[in-house]
């Protein structure tokens, strides 16, 4: 078994741009307000120091597009209103899936499959009424997916949670407070479903000035290193301890990425294997 380690370019191009990005939008006024939009909750934390530490940050917020959606739909729809969490909807689905059959029935027993149905129905939620209309029109599978989305709608309205995609539904015509939200950076990867664009347009058409930070696509990144092992154990054991020395090297976790085969004993052993490490 042959492990390849490969190495990003030494610059950080993103993150320079990302930079005077923030310095432009504050260069008439340095308290100005700033969100930058990450893509997790980890990205956060791992971005604001990397940006602190080049240039210092003031009145910057560091926030996921999830977190920056539910706050704009929470404001047009009072500040009382209940945005279920994910494991609301997780537990949401598990009864409706107990309660009603589907093709998805057996997920209500399987923890690791109904995390995965989740995050499927917060992309359906995300891409909005087309996409569900055109699934429902395909039958079988597709369709009862649908059906299986509306249930735990129903579901959550009847506890009182707005569901995820009425939130965006809200979010894209609420009230933008300018002074409080600032301009917008957009830091790769954008937002890009039916819902997220009329929430991007809708910010834009009340005058919020967005710029995006891409993703550079114009570079091949050489193989530094491959390494025989024994097996995949090894081989995991192996890529862990690299992984841990580039971090104590001083690069970010969230700059690197641990690429394995399909096989579900990559995936458990890549997960004990950073658990041990404290990751």
């Known amino acids: 078994v042959a492990s390849q380690l490969v190495a990003n370019p030494d610059t950080e191009p993103p993150l320079d741009r990302l930079g005077a990005a923030i310095s432009g939008f504050q260069a008439d006024d340095p308290f100005a307000p700033v969100t930058v939009v990450v893509p997790s909750p980890f990205a956060r934390v791992q971005l604001r120091r990397a940006v602190a530490s080049r240039t210092g940050i003031c009145n910057v917020q560091f926030r996921t597009w999830g977190e920056l959606t539910n706050d704009l739909g929470r404001s047009d729809n009072g500040p009382t209103a209940r945005i279920p969490a994910p494991r609301v909807v997780n537990e949401a689905l598990r009864q ?30 995300r891409a909005g009424p087309d996409l569900l209309t055109r699934l429902a029109g395909h039958g079988g599978r597709a369709a009862s997916l649908v059906v299986t989305l509306e249930a735990v709608e129903t579901h959550l309205s009847a506890h009182d949670f707005t569901n995820p995609g009425r939130v965006l539904d809200l979010a894209a015509v609420a009230g933008i407070d300018r002074d409080s939200l600032g301009a917008i950076v957009l830091w790769y990867p954008r937002p890009n479903r039916g819902r997220d664009r009329a929430v991007l347009e809708h910010l834009r058409s009340s005058g919020v000035p967005i710029t995006t930070i891409e993703a550079e696509t114009d570079w091949e990144a050489a193989i530094s290193r491959v390494v025989e092992c024994s097996d995949p154990d090894e081989e995991v054991r192996v890529i862990a301890r690299e992984l841990i020395a580039a971090v104590e090297a001083g690069v970010p976790l969230w700059r690197q990425a641990i690429i394995h085969p399909p096989l579900d004993r990559y995936r458990r052993t890549v997960h004990q294997q950073l658990a041990v490490s404290g990751i």
């Open 96 to 125: 409706v899936l107990m309660a009603h059959p589907s093709p998805f029935s057996s997920f209500a027993r399987m923890p690791q499959a109904r995390a995965e149905l989740v995050g499927l129905l917060n992309e359906l939620w």
